[in-house]
């Protein structure tokens, strides 16, 4: 999506004869001539796989999984970048030791099959623009085992703006590749030893008479999901109140199926149920459950563990095969007592602290199928719902491999953009987030309106150093023109996804929302129903966070007991039509 605001963007031409075959060229955002080169197509995050130096401090992954863009438009948070500092270690593979004694860096592409190379597009760190890769020595492999040596180049410093288009075009004239590495040699300038990029795109010649599809298709049984969640609301109770007596209530079970939501999702923390293999409070979890289900409602079950836990469980290999052994006893327990049409279970929200190596053992690609085999060991008819890694964000879903499972569907939280969606989140004050210190900002994204009222949605920074990276976060907002194309085009990414796997995928948001504390109230309830609407175009199941906890549903511009009865408040009428259509006002508790 193009900007359609001004911004300049310095061009710059730079030549090398590294290579008979390789030249680099700077080109501006507009990337003219791209148009005069034929059958050509950008490769899709899931046709790479992508590690890095294994120091990183931000995931390589971010480089192709479009985070922090707009369309060929990218932003100037770390967030959507990868960043490592200096400190290469053996490049993985036959190779052994790294071949470039002098790189600081690396990072290393492995593309689903060969392909005829036309162009890599470069948008360096634009963060802190000193970080930014400088001098770079790139290798490619057409085998994945003997890498040639391409010459050394130079990527062009970021402008360190939003709104930056790509400045470095790296020309392979059709090389077929199987792979490419990057050797950071120097960064442009930044005294912290700490190399970077924000996004690499691969062009490649677009061959009719090649399958469009994964390899790994064929493999997949098709589409077979046996419990179809619709519209649903999800209750976070159960994760705080254990071992606690309960909170929630069947009267809050009858009053969800009154608004009219077609599902409740439960978490539970695995923290308050393992000890070694045995299941503890289960007794609380099942009440919980009986509840849902009596009112006439199914309920996804989902494990919800703190940070702490997630990294502990992702490290440690012993640790993690207890963890398993607990989801099939856990698994057992719960198909024991609930047919398949009453619940599913979906086995993290949120992962995160897995390996960035392809061959690690404990690489997401290879700790999601132990789990899937440990719950369908346990539960092997219920409906199965697995999460991506980086904290479910859905550019976490794409690199994923998926489990030969007809019966399963794949999960990501949707908050995007948090400068809205956040604003004024006071649990967030715990971290170094802006989006606390935020008011009032509106949705749809208006640039010139947030030019002119920038310092007024800024609410008490603790210093200036804040207040700034606040006013950037706003620009960034802006300029990214977050309305309901825009969601389209980040969540039409899940149709491709599917589609390259032969439409044998099934996707859930497991949760999306809007906390109501500092956003407007008509621009969140137009965010809601964007969202909801979209992801119901796009096919993909959903749940709202959540009913009485944070980011309610209840009005909180009325009287409100946060966790108390459904009698102790009242349901925000314009969010219900928002997320279910309702066109009468939404009947009071029974």
């Known amino acids: 999506m193009r900007n359609k605001y001004d911004y300049t963007l310095r061009v710059v031409l730079l030549r090398w004869a590294a290579c008979a075959a390789i030249a680099l060229r700077c080109a501006g955002a507009d990337a003219a001539g791209d148009s005069a080169i034929p059958a050509t197509r950008c490769l899709r995050p899931f046709e790479i796989a992508v590690e890095a130096s294994p120091e990183e401090r931000m995931p390589a992954i971010?480089?192709?999984?479009?985070s922090g863009m707009a369309g060929e438009l990218c932003d100037n948070l770390h967030e959507g970048t990868w960043y490592s500092p200096?400190?290469?270690g053996p490049l993985p593979g036959t190779a052994g030791d790294t071949p470039v004694p002098d790189a600081a860096v690396w990072i290393r592409f492995e593309f689903d099959r060969v392909h005829a190379l036309r162009e890599m597009r470069v948008w360096n760190y634009n963060e802190s623009i000193g970080r930014g890769l400088k001098t770079v020595e790139i290798h490619s492999t057409a085998d994945g085992r003997s890498w040639t040596n391409l010459g050394r180049f130079e990527f062009a410093v970021a402008s360190g703006k939003p709104g930056y288009g790509h400045n470095t075009t790296i020309d392979f004239a059709g090389r077929r590749v199987r792979g490419i590495a990057i050797y950071g040699i120097t960064n442009h300038g930044e005294p912290l030893h700490l190399y970077g990029l924000s996004e690499v795109r691969f062009v490649v010649d677009d061959?009719?008479?090649?399958?469009?599809?994964?390899?790994?298709?064929?493999?997949?049984p098709p589409l077979n999901v046996t419990l179809q969640?619709?519209?649903?609301?999800?209750?976070?109770?159960t994760y705080h109140a254990i071992p606690d007596q309960p909170r929630f209530t069947s009267e809050d079970a009858r009053y969800i199926k009154s608004l009219g939501f077609g599902f409740v999702k439960i978490l539970i923390n695995p923290q308050f149920h393992k000890e070694g293999v045995e299941l503890r409070n289960m007794e609380f979890v099942d009440a919980s459950i009986r509840r849902v289900v009596d009112a006439g409602l199914p309920v996804l079950v989902c494990v919800h563990p703190e940070a702490d836990f997630k990294r502990t469980m992702f490290s440690d290999r012993g640790e993690f095969d207890r963890l398993c052994a607990w989801y099939e006893r856990l698994g057992a327990h719960l198909a024991g007592n609930w047919t398949p049409s009453q619940f599913a279970f979906q086995q993290m929200t949120e992962p995160f602290g897995d390996s960035g190596s392809l061959f690690a053992w404990n690489h997401w690609n290879r700790l999601l199928p132990e789990m899937w085999h440990a719950i369908r060991r346990g539960m092997p008819k219920h409906t199965l719902v697995l999460s991506g890694t980086q904290s479910g964000r859905i550019g976490g879903?794409?690199?994923?491999?998926p489990v030969p499972d007809g019966?399963?569907?794949?999960?990501?939280?949707?908050y995007e953009p948090f400068a809205f969606t956040f604003q004024g989140a006071p649990w967030m004050k715990q971290t170094s987030a802006t989006y606390p210190y935020l008011r009032n900002v509106p949705y749809p994204a208006d640039l010139p309106a947030i030019l002119q009222e920038t310092d007024s949605l800024?609410?008490?920074?603790p210093d200036d150093v804040m207040r700034a990276r606040a006013r950037n976060e706003l620009l960034n907002y802006g300029t990214q023109q977050w309305n309901r194309e825009r969601h389209a085009e980040s969540l039409g990414m899940l149709a491709q996804w599917s589609d390259y796997y032969q439409g044998k995928l099934a996707f859930i948001a497991g949760e999306f929302g809007c906390y109501q504390g500092a956003a407007p109230p008509a621009d969140r309830c137009r965010y809601v129903r964007d969202v909801r609407e979209?992801?119901?175009?796009?096919?993909?199941?959903?749940?709202?966070?959540?009913?009485?906890?944070?980011?309610?549903?209840?009005?909180?511009?009325l009287p409100r007991k946060a966790f108390g009865s459904p009698r102790e408040s009242q349901p925000d009428q314009e969010l219900l039509r928002a997320l279910l259509d309702r066109r009468d006002p939404a009947p009071g508790p029974r």
Do not use: K
């Not at 971010?62 to 479009?66: A, F, G, H, S």
């Not at 969640?229 to 109770?237: F, H, M, N, V």
């Not at 879903?397 to 491999?401: E, I, V």
């Open 207 to 220: 061959d009719n008479t090649t399958a469009m599809h994964s390899p790994f298709a064929g493999q997949l």
């Open 229 to 237: 969640l619709r519209r649903g609301l999800a209750i976070d109770r």
């Open 458 to 461: 800024i609410f008490e920074p």
């Open 407 to 414: 019966n399963v569907m794949y999960a990501f939280s949707y």
């Open 397 to 401: 879903l794409f690199p994923l491999r």
């Open 534 to 557: 979209v992801l119901e175009e796009f096919g993909c199941a959903w749940s709202y966070w959540s009913y009485n906890e944070t980011c309610t549903i209840m009005d909180d511009r």
């Open 62 to 66: 971010n480089v192709i999984n479009e």
């Open 86 to 88: 200096s400190g290469p």
